[in-house]
């Protein structure tokens, strides 16, 4: 498996980007095990990883997160050990430390020596890893979607769809309690996309999450987008999403004004409500 990953490298790669792109391998090969185990009858994906691979977001991303959707079966650790097994069974030796807080269930999972062996890293000691993330007492009202990938390997996935995944973006935009970068690339994306939010799911996770209901809806969704984007430090957006980006030109949209006017043609793709 290690010749796969260095196939995967090229020549004119930072070594930055080759980082990035053994996160992405093994992202895939733990999204290919938990399909060939059948855990997507548990779980859905999503997250930026899930943009990324499935809908060709071009930023790299450092997680998996899920959602339970099953109505029974899911076990936490039962899965880590499986994956783990896998891994090592595709000649990757993993480690994993477990933690369940707050109706989160976290993993990370460690490949000890793997930069090494790819000429990475002269340290035997420097780890790379991914970060396996769900959600086990989700908002309700989701929809999801069953995808084939077809990448470095081909198999199904279970992940939100479009407007649902922008429900949990959004969700993050507004209320999130630091500024992340990365959470504003995708918004910008899914803008650019006319991709209109699952309200429900939003409205939803809004009232678990704030003890509160706004409600957020057609008619007042553009004021809550031009607030929360006139609350922002673009400088800093750029400068903390800058490590993910593939072509450092993009950075170059992260300006308010222009964001600003993004949100007004946005809505103009909108249908008038009769």
Request: proline share 3%; net charge neutral.
């Amino acid at each position: 498996m290690i010749d796969v990953i260095k196939q995967q490298f090229t020549e004119r790669m930072s070594s930055s980007d080759k980082m990035n792109v053994t996160r992405e391998f093994l992202q895939m090969l733990c999204l290919r095990i938990m399909s060939q185990k059948k855990m997507f009858h548990q779980v859905a994906f999503l997250g930026g990883t899930a943009l990324r691979l499935l809908y060709n977001l071009r930023r790299f991303s450092e997680d998996l997160d899920f959602s339970l959707t099953g109505q029974g079966g899911y076990a936490f650790e039962d899965i880590s050990e499986q994956i783990v097994k896998e891994f090592r069974l595709n000649g990757l030796e993993c480690q994993t430390k477990l933690k369940s807080t707050n109706n989160v269930d976290s993993m990370m999972l460690k490949f000890p020596g793997l930069l090494k062996e790819l000429g990475l890293s002269p340290l035997v000691s420097q780890n790379i890893s991914i970060k396996w993330e769900a959600d086990t007492n989700p908002p309700q009202g989701w929809e999801t979607l069953t995808t084939i990938l077809n990448k470095q390997f081909m198999f199904n996935v279970v992940h939100y769809d479009l407007p649902s995944l922008f429900a949990g973006k959004l969700h993050a935009c507004f209320f999130r309690t630091y500024t992340k970068g990365r959470d504003w690339y995708d918004f910008v994306w899914y803008l650019t996309k006319k991709i209109k939010p699952n309200f429900e799911l939003l409205n939803n996770a809004i009232v678990q999450t704030q003890g509160t209901s706004l409600p957020i809806d057609r008619q007042n969704f553009k004021d809550h987008l031009l607030d929360v984007v006139a609350r922002q430090d673009f400088d800093f957006v750029r400068k903390d999403v800058e490590r993910f980006i593939e072509d450092k030109h993009e950075l170059n949209v992260f300006e308010q004004l222009a964001i600003k006017q993004l949100v007004v043609t946005y809505f103009q793709s909108w249908p008038t409500e009769k």
